[in-house]
């Protein structure tokens, strides 16, 4: 599994070309997560456990997100 940091997730999640496309819910439920969990990442109020951001990732790497941000992150490099 390619492993991404806390900050690259962030910023995919919140980045404004990105963010209307997204279902942050429907993520948070693949995911097993509680509702607001990446609304709360996104505004810096919580962090995410190590578990979390496991299946965080893994989520975002099941549904061929993580193309996508490595290519956005190439884009804004």
Do not use: C
Not at 12 to 23: A, Q
Not at 47 to 53: G, I, N
Not at 57 to 65: C, D, F, R, S, Y
């Amino acid at each position: 599994m390619k492993y991404y940091d806390r900050q690259a997730i962030r910023a995919f999640l919140s980045d404004p070309r990105v963010r209307p496309l997204l279902s942050w819910r429907g993520i948070e439920k693949a995911a097993g997560l509680n509702p607001y969990t990446i609304k709360n990442l996104v505004r810096q109020d919580k962090a995410l456990s190590d578990q979390e951001h496991e299946r965080l990732t893994e989520t975002l790497v099941m549904l061929g997100i993580d193309y996508w941000a490595e290519s956005l992150a190439k884009q804004n490099a």
